[in-house]
């Protein structure tokens, strides 16, 4: 399985950014599929994921601000970042867990926001 993670790029503050991951297989066969991220010196953390049954998780500081959605058809995931602040500033990860706990990770895609 691999993962293909795109569109990150510099955005200013309040702007906009839309990121996708593309799998090689089929996203019906995964557990969880999402989006980490990891700023400098600090730990990989969840922005927002899907789970298993098609609900979605987000990390408290993006609640209201980022969308996960996916199309199926096209097995993608999309991360909508809406008014994202520079704290948001990281490499973003995709991330996909199959039904027998094999965890793939995307390439990492950087995301600068300016102030």
């Known amino acids: 399985v691999q993962l293909q993670a795109s569109g990150g790029g510099l955005v200013q503050a309040g702007g906009s950014l839309k990121l996708s991951c593309a799998t090689s297989?089929?996203?019906?066969?995964?557990?969880?599929m999402g989006w980490y991220r990891q700023a400098p010196r600090k730990q990989r953390e969840l922005v927002a994921v899907?789970?298993?049954?098609?609900?979605?998780r987000y990390v408290d500081s993006v609640k209201g601000r980022f969308t996960i959605s996916r199309d199926n058809a096209k097995n993608t995931v999309y991360l909508q970042m809406n008014s994202p602040k520079p704290e948001d500033t990281a490499v973003y990860y995709c991330?996909?867990?199959?039904?027998?706990?094999?965890?793939?990770w995307g390439q990492g895609t950087l995301v600068t926001v300016s102030s």
């Open positions: 991330n996909a867990v199959t039904m027998l706990s094999f965890d793939y």
């Open positions: 899907f789970t298993s049954g098609g609900s979605t």
């Open positions: 297989g089929n996203i019906f066969a995964f557990n969880s």
